[in-house]
């Protein structure tokens, strides 16, 4: 087209569900069409793997990650305590026992 403009054309399997941003029949200025052209292919893998079975989005897996984490790491304390080391921390101090290993 004229004016670097560009008509998309987009081929999808019937049973692949909608994606975006760019989508069939668009027409768009050249200048925005790499940024789009990308969002649109990570968008369209995106649109495939939710098709699969028991598939988990990134986010989910990373908050399940994330989790166990915390479950695993934790210390009880509370925040004036958590602060208070954090901003004013002590000096190690090792027990004799430490010393002999």
Do not use: W
Request: proline letters at 9%; aromatic letters at 12%.
């Amino acid at each position: 087209m004229k004016n670097y403009m560009f008509s998309i054309h987009v081929m999808k399997k019937p049973e692949v569900p909608f994606f975006g941003p760019l989508f069939d029949g668009a027409i768009v200025d050249g200048k925005v069409l790499p940024c789009l052209v990308r969002a649109t292919a990570i968008n369209a893998s995106r649109a495939l793997k939710s098709l699969i079975p028991l598939y988990q989005n990134f986010y989910e897996e990373r908050a399940r990650y994330l989790e166990t984490i915390v479950q695993h790491h934790q210390e009880p304390t509370t925040f004036e305590d958590f602060a208070a080391q954090v901003f004013c921390p002590a000096p190690c101090h090792h027990s004799p026992s430490d010393s002999d290993h």
